[in-house]
């Protein structure tokens, strides 16, 4: 059942990896043609941010499934597996509790600007909509891989990331 989720969680991943890789190409470029050439660019600084917007929010759900946020395990460590494993979930359980309230507060902002035509008011005039919709899409995919992590720890299943070689990355 979590399979579908595993999949998203990894291809959004790789597409948020895409945005970083076009957001410095962009910060290169105008970098290179404002320092050499004498002439910046009007697109570069304001589509970078919102590369950079969209990729955060796209691959937090990834790394949820891989258990690769900033934790702090001083006292996890030390405890047996089943101590550790229900502090896992009820970290995974505040994670994604939080991130509701994200989802239930920001998705109204990002509608409200869609409807109103809010716009950044820069030389791009970029819909405002298009960078908050970001929190209500990556936060709803981080609670749905909390909740699928949650599941497997009440399965006694290995965590999203472990003993899996369908994700590449360091160890």
Do not use: K
């Not at 595993?6 to 190409?25: E, I, K, P």
């Not at 998705?107 to 960078?131: C, E, H, K, Q």
């Amino acid at each position: 059942m979590t399979a579908w989720l595993d999949r998203l969680s990894t291809w959004l991943a790789r597409v948020a990896a895409w945005l970083f890789l076009a957001t410095g190409a962009m910060l290169t470029y105008e970098v290179v043609a404002r320092y050499l050439f004498n002439a910046p660019t009007v697109w570069a600084e304001e589509l970078s941010r919102l590369l950079l917007v969209w990729g955060t929010y796209l691959a937090a759900a990834a790394l949820v499934r891989r258990r690769e946020h900033i934790r702090i395990t001083l006292v996890t460590d030390r405890l047996e597996a089943g101590p550790r494993r229900w502090l896992e979930g009820v970290s995974l359980a505040v994670v994604a509790a939080g991130c509701a309230v994200a989802v239930w507060y920001g998705t109204p902002i990002a509608v409200d600007s869609f409807l109103r035509g809010r716009s950044t008011g820069t030389m791009l005039d970029i819909p405002n909509w298009w960078s908050e919709a970001a929190i209500p899409v990556g936060c709803g995919l981080v609670v749905l891989q909390c909740l699928a992590e949650i599941a497997r720890l009440l399965r006694g299943a290995p965590a999203g990331g472990e003993a899996r070689s369908d994700m590449a990355g360091p160890t």
